[in-house]
């Protein structure tokens, strides 16, 4: 099971572009690069999920290099309400996710 | 239902005593997980149903904790003998799990946060 490493926390301005990058080394195969979006007592929340290049939706961009060792999720112009946990998670489709989430990225956005 | 529902929302025991934690999925998904948080860490993977096959117990801490799920919908966490450091945020997640849906990620519950005195 592919292990993720993020920075533990970052701190950014309302509308500024935050990148938050993942480094996953051992990832195998046949994994997807998942990130999740975490509140205060609340569950986890799908953000985007890449298998390789780019891609992009609604809330955010996850751009993979070739290699696929790491992953950075992108969030253009930030808003207070984006502080949160973000996790990179790395792992097979169909098989769920064994792999420990980790602490993941507190992302505080300031005023 | 229109997404996962966990019940209790907040959860108070003594130590010893057995608790247990109800995850309702979302309708149709076949993929259910557990998984613990504690104050400030990450997720830790419990326990995964898939369909009808024989749950992936490997992230279960301990044989105080089982899980089981009835007729492929709702599912219980129970944990037997409770200990302090069983004390955490209880979270659930369905899926519609199989090939080619794997742009819908996984749903999860608000989460049951049990404290165990």
């Known amino acids: 099971l592919a292990k993720t490493t993020q920075p533990i926390s970052m701190d950014s301005y309302e509308g500024q572009e935050v990148n938050i990058t993942c480094s996953h080394n051992n990832i195998a195969t046949n994994d997807y690069i998942t990130w999740y979006q975490q509140f205060p007592s609340q569950g986890p929340r799908f953000i985007i999920q890449g298998y390789k290049t780019k891609v992009t939706n609604e809330v955010a961009s996850l751009f993979i290099p070739a290699d696929r060792k790491s992953s950075t999720l992108s969030l253009p112009r930030v808003s207070l309400s984006d502080t949160a946990v973000y996790y990179c998670l790395v792992g097979l489709n169909t098989g769920g996710f064994k792999t420990i989430f980790g602490a993941g990225t507190r992302l505080f956005v300031k005023a | 239902g229109a997404g996962v529902s966990q019940s209790p929302s907040n959860k108070v025991t003594e130590k010893g005593k057995d608790v247990e934690l109800r995850c309702d999925p979302i309708s149709g998904h076949t993929a259910l997980y557990w998984y613990r948080q504690s104050l400030g860490q990450g997720l830790e993977f419990l326990i995964y149903f898939q369909g009808n096959s024989a749950p992936d117990k490997s992230g279960l801490p301990s044989d105080r904790f089982s899980a089981e799920r009835t007729g492929g919908s709702v599912s219980t966490l129970t944990i037997q003998r409770t200990q302090q450091e069983d004390s955490a945020v209880y979270l659930c997640?369905?899926?519609?799990?199989?090939?080619?849906?794997?742009?819908?990620?996984?749903?999860f519950g608000s989460g049951t946060r049990l404290t165990v005195v």
């Open positions: 997640a369905s899926s519609l799990g199989g090939q080619g849906f794997w742009n819908y990620g996984y749903t």
